[in-house]
């Protein structure tokens, strides 16, 4: 069975003060790892894809990279606007279940002035 | 603009009584999923279907039902089968089911029973 585990489970900084989310995953045949970021009461909005161990990808402040057993969500001089729950999610497998996405329980950021 | 709809925003529901949640998209997506998240979880599936006519169960499908009659819609039916219904749900596409495309989501329905 896919899995999915992110750390911490919140995270406080304060303004400027970079960081890093984790997010370590056991599946079978990773085919993508997803990024997204969701604000209170609203549905996820896509970040980023990774599909290899190695590959790098960033998004202004935001920089995603991944190992073959880990991915982590890198977060240069955050502001309070990066606050949000970042989730983490994979897509593994071959055949006809290769449709699923297997996510974590989140990682709630919060960002002070 | 191309997305995904989800309608209402807020819905009550009193014990024994079936309701749907609606999800709409124009992005021209084959797959569509409905998931639940409580907090302290993650996204659980309830359901997905690849195609019109066809879907299968996810993770979590007792108590719950659905239809892909179009293309464009994916409506799901909490019945009263379904013991512990509050949540927030929502519902997701994706291009194709056989290529490694990330979900669209919608902005989420929040069920409460009262």
């Known amino acids: 069975e896919d899995q999915v585990t992110q750390s911490p489970e919140a995270l406080r900084l304060q303004e400027g003060e970079s960081s890093s989310l984790n997010c370590s995953y056991t599946v079978s045949g990773l085919r993508g790892l997803f990024w997204y970021r969701q604000d209170p009461g609203k549905g996820p909005e896509f970040l980023f894809t990774l599909y290899s161990a190695g590959e790098e990808k960033e998004k202004e402040r935001l920089k995603a990279t991944l190992t073959k057993k880990e991915s982590f969500l890198h977060i240069t001089a955050p502001k309070p606007e990066d606050s949000a729950t970042y989730l983490c999610?994979?897509?593994?497998?071959?055949?006809?279940?290769?449709?699923?996405?297997?996510f974590g329980k989140g990682t709630l950021l919060t960002v002070n002035p | 603009d191309g997305g995904i709809t989800q309608s209402p925003k807020y819905l009550f529901r009193k014990e024994g009584q079936n309701v749907t949640l609606s999800c709409e998209q124009n992005l021209n997506h084959d797959a569509m999923y409905w998931y639940r998240q409580d907090p302290g979880q993650g996204l659980r599936l309830i359901y997905y279907s690849q195609i019109v006519n066809d879907f299968q169960k996810g993770d979590i499908a007792e108590g719950y039902s659905v239809s892909r009659e179009k293309k464009e819609s994916f409506p799901l039916t909490v019945t009263s089968a379904q013991k512990n219904p509050t949540a927030f749900y929502l519902c997701?596409?994706?291009?194709?089911?056989?290529?490694?495309?990330?979900?669209?989501f919608g902005s989420g329905t929040r069920l409460t029973v009262v």
């Open positions: 997701a596409s994706s291009l194709r089911r056989d290529r490694v495309y990330g979900y669209t």
């Open positions: 999610a994979v897509q593994a497998g071959s055949g006809g279940s290769n449709y699923k996405l297997t």
